[in-house]
Nanobody
C-alpha cells in the first residue's frame, strides 16, 4: 500500500512557475513508477508526466514538454513536478499516482493522491 499526498498548488500568473510535491508513505516507494495527471471538471483525466523508479527515465505529454519537469527523491519518498511558463489552460486539479509501468494510461496506476488545485490567471 502507498498513500500519496500532493502539495504546492496555488494561484499564479501566466508565465509563472509552481512546484508540486507528492509525498508517499510506505516502504516500497522506490519500486514504483510515479506519474502526474490532471483533470478538469467534466473532462477526462489527462496524463502529464511519468518517471521511472530510479529517476533515470522520464516521459511527458506533448502539451507540457519543455515547460514541466518531473523528478523524484527516493530518500525522501517524494516526487516533484516543476511547472514553468504556466498558461491559463494549465488550470486544473493535479494528481500524483504510483504504478508499475511508464504509461500515459491512468489504468496503469494503482494508487492516487487527493489532488492539488493549480490556477493560472491571464
Amino acid at each position: 500500500q502507498v498513500q500519496l499526498v500532493e502539495s504546492g498548488g496555488g494561484l499564479v500568473q501566466a508565465g509563472g512557475s509552481l512546484r508540486l510535491s507528492c509525498a508517499a508513505s510506505g516502504r516500497t516507494f522506490s519500486s514504483y513508477v510515479m506519474g502526474w495527471f490532471r483533470q478538469a471538471p467534466g473532462k477526462e483525466r489527462e496524463f502529464v508526466a511519468a518517471i521511472s523508479w530510479s529517476g533515470g527515465s522520464t516521459y511527458y505529454a506533448d502539451s507540457v514538454k519543455g515547460r514541466f519537469t518531473i523528478s523524484r527523491d527516493n530518500a525522501k519518498n517524494t516526487v516533484y513536478l516543476q511547472m514553468n511558463s504556466l498558461k491559463p489552460e494549465d488550470t486544473t486539479v493535479y494528481y500524483c499516482a504510483a504504478g508499475g509501468a511508464m504509461a500515459a494510461s491512468d489504468a496503469m496506476y494503482d494508487y492516487w493522491g487527493q489532488g492539488t488545485q493549480v490556477t493560472v490567471s491571464s
